[in-house]
């Protein structure tokens, strides 16, 4: 149980285009998300908290309109990374919060590996 | 706010050996902890967690932690590793009473590298 997808795994795509992470819970429900950035051989930074139904709350300095989240449903959360530059390349991973859980557990899902070239 | 140190970035051991990777934490109100780990190019999977209760903590592939009050620490042991074991493992903590959303804090992580 509490499992959670990204799609997809992997992606490559050049500078300037537009970039759509997909992040799911498969068997629960998901009110809030949250997507992290890692960098090579460092921690997780979060980059933002998507709740559904309502804006996204970004960090500090996280580029709002550059990182467009979504939260559409209980079950899915999209980060849509804009404009694309090469120094937006890293592994994007995202986890949802098991509200069925109390008290509630982060639940990560198996990343996103953007390069852009 | 709360801040979450793990003393060593690379902790080798050889194989069959007990490990201790450890953690310590600030914070100025009550915390959730949790243990994480990362094999290369995955997310990261729950290890175990401390939530309230006894402060010994059982959790998957053998692995406890014992959270110490006290001292602020929630280390990781294992006593006997396995090739397998070998990964990323970050500690990090939440506000227990839901501020900032359990937000969670992260270490900057351990790399554990168990040797034949």
């Known amino acids: 149980g509490a499992v959670v997808s990204q799609h997809p795994s992997w992606v490559i795509c050049k500078s300037g285009t537009s970039v759509k992470i997909e992040c799911r819970s498969l068997d629960f429900q998901a009110t809030t998300m949250f997507w992290y950035r890692q960098f090579p051989k460092q921690s997780l930074m979060l980059m933002a908290t998507?709740?559904?139904?309502?804006?996204?709350?970004?960090e500090q300095g996280v580029e709002k309109d550059k990182f467009l989240i979504n939260h559409a449903s209980l079950t899915l959360s999209t980060l849509t990374v804009t404009s694309a530059h090469p120094e937006d390349s890293s592994f994007y991973i995202c986890?949802?919060?098991?509200?069925?859980?109390?008290?509630?557990?982060?639940?990560f899902g198996p990343g996103t590996r953007l390069t852009v070239l | 706010a709360q801040s979450v140190t793990q003393l060593d970035s690379q902790v080798p051991v050889f194989e069959e050996a007990p490990v201790e990777l450890r953690c310590n934490y600030s914070?100025?109100?009550?915390?959730?902890l949790f243990w994480y780990v990362q094999y290369p190019n995955q997310g990261l999977q729950l290890l175990l967690k401390y939530l309230s209760g006894s402060t010994l903590v059982k959790g998957i592939n053998g692995f406890e932690a014992e959270f110490n009050k006290s001292q602020t620490s929630f280390h990781l042991r294992k006593p006997s590793v396995h090739i397998s074991d070998t990964a990323e493992y970050f500690c990090?903590?939440?506000?227990?009473?839901?501020?900032?959303?359990?937000?969670?804090?992260f270490g900057k992580g351990t790399l554990l590298t168990v040797n034949p």
């Open positions: 986890s949802a919060r098991n509200r069925g859980e109390i008290p509630d557990t982060q639940y």
């Open positions: 914070s100025s109100v009550s915390v959730y």
């Open positions: 998507s709740n559904e139904g309502s804006k996204a709350t970004y």
């Open positions: 990090a903590v939440s506000d227990s009473s839901g501020g900032s959303n359990y937000k969670l804090t």
